[in-house]
């Protein structure tokens, strides 16, 4: 079954606390995103990665760390550096020569 | 830089009624354009887009969009709301020369009144 596979769902974290958020594809699709969605915001992006070992800067990247070492994942970490880490996640890939972004199901991070 | 603003934060038609979304973009090219949809505690999914085809764009479940460059719009509406079409929507631009990063509009929330 194909698709983009994110997790976890929701996580609980408390403040000064680094996670990760895994996000893994089998769509054999080269690029992939993470975007922060906040009410009332829409989506922003936090770093994008066109392809293994190569990534870049999106709008939001500070407090944030990706790494790309496997075509399949992109793991985002949410370092304690980030100041108003609370808000809903999100993966997406993009097929080479491709004009349309899909989406995972998110992940719902919540500093207590 | 690329940018979208869509009026209107929230909503309202009753069963039946047109849905109507507004879209304003600015891009310094030409830009693909996109509504998706969101679910509660969901990801997106694709509606349509618009690539410099045809300017009038159909999508799935019923909704249709329209490129006009001289109004730098990509109105979303559907004739006839159902019940199922209260959800989130999103208007998100892309310039061609910039590894295809979408920049989304704030997002519309509508409600379906029975």
């Known amino acids: 079954d194909g698709g983009i596979t994110q997790s976890p769902k929701y996580l609980f974290r408390k403040e000064g606390q680094n996670v990760t958020l895994s996000c893994e594809q089998n769509l054999n699709h080269d690029a992939m995103y993470w975007y922060r969605q906040d009410p009332g915001q829409g989506l922003r992006l936090i770093y994008y990665?066109?392809?293994?070992?190569?990534?870049q800067k999106g709008d939001i990247a500070e407090g944030y760390s990706v790494s790309r070492e496997k075509k399949e994942s992109f793991p985002l970490t949410v370092t304690s550096a980030q100041k108003n880490p609370t808000a809903f996640y999100l993966c997406?890939?993009?097929?080479?020569?491709?004009?349309?972004?899909?989406f995972g199901a998110g992940s719902r991070l919540t500093v207590l | 830089a690329q940018s979208v603003t869509q009026l209107g934060s929230h909503v309202s038609v009753s069963e039946g009624a047109l849905v109507l979304l507004r879209c304003n973009y600015s891009?310094?090219?030409?830009?693909?354009l996109f509504w998706y949809v969101q679910y509660p505690n969901q990801g997106l999914q694709l509606l349509l887009k618009y690539t410099s085809a045809a300017t009038l764009v159909k999508g799935i479940n019923g909704f249709e969009a329209e490129f006009k460059k001289s109004e730098t719009s990509f109105h979303l509406t559907k004739p006839s709301a159902h019940m199922s079409d209260a959800a989130e929507y999103f208007c998100?631009?892309?310039?061609?020369?910039?590894?295809?990063?979408?920049?989304f509009g704030a997002g519309t929330t509508v409600t379906v009144r029975a």
């Open positions: 891009s310094s090219v030409p830009p693909y």
């Open positions: 998100a631009v892309s310039e061609r020369s910039n590894d295809y990063k979408l920049s």
């Open positions: 997406a890939t993009r097929g080479s020569g491709a004009n349309v972004l899909t």
């Open positions: 990665s066109q392809i293994v070992n190569d990534f």
